[in-house]
């Protein structure tokens, strides 16, 4: 039935807290909410940006989040504690079950579709051995945040494909209300269980995890 199956790359794919390692090295016993803080401020302000139309980097909107993570957390902000932690977002965990999505699917043509720069993305795929499973789209080639239209667009465009002929993932709730918005079909990857927000636009699946994926 679906021709491309496109995923989100942060919480979809990639676990964004497994970070939490790292940041207890520098910062004991404050990793778990120095993590989610982190991610929230990341999502707060990309959006912000696409909402002021004066876009900037995911990079950058990664950095200022960890910024402002650790500033509110009440440690020390050190410049090359800064740096380790950014570099290893370009080391995030894969879900248990992506390594084997090519295997299980050898007809499927997976992509990654995200935020993310291609300078953050082309790394963590090969660092996790997944380079050859997945093909890389990054809305930093338009730059137009998801989950503005325009971004779904760009990404419909470089598949060639109706959007009725692509399945969309993403464990984050505004990414499948936008891709829905949009057209594409959605698979919302709820790994917590949790209630589907009142947004009044539904997934067309709720999905577990990965291990197995409508076809």
């Not at 945040?145 to 760009?154: F, R, V």
């Not at 919302?188 to 994926?213: A, C, F, H, M, S």
């Amino acid at each position: 039935m679906y021709k491309a199956y496109v995923f989100d790359a942060y919480g979809t794919v990639f676990d964004v807290h497994s970070v939490m390692e790292k940041i207890h090295q520098f910062y004991p016993e404050k990793g778990e909410a120095i993590s989610q803080k982190w991610r929230s401020n990341q999502i707060h302000y990309f959006l912000v940006r696409q909402l002021i139309q004066d876009y900037r980097p995911f990079t950058d909107i990664t950095r200022w989040a960890l910024l402002d993570a650790l500033s509110t957390s009440g440690v020390e902000v050190k410049e090359e504690v800064v740096s380790e932690l950014m570099e290893e977002y370009q080391h995030l965990s894969p879900y248990e079950e992506v390594a084997s999505m090519s295997e299980k699917h050898p007809d499927k043509t997976f992509t990654i579709f995200s935020n993310g720069t291609t300078s953050m993305l082309e790394p963590l795929l090969e660092n996790n051995q997944l380079s050859d499973t997945f093909q890389l789209l990054s809305a930093d080639d338009v730059q137009v945040y998801k989950p503005h239209p325009e971004a779904y667009a760009y990404a419909q465009e470089k598949l060639g494909l109706k959007k009725e002929e692509i399945l969309f993932f993403s464990s984050n709730p505004w990414d499948i209300t936008g891709a829905t918005s949009y057209g594409f079909h959605t698979a919302w990857v709820n790994r917590k269980e949790q209630k589907w927000p009142e947004l009044g636009i539904e997934p067309t699946y709720i999905i577990d995890n990965l291990t197995n994926i409508p076809q």
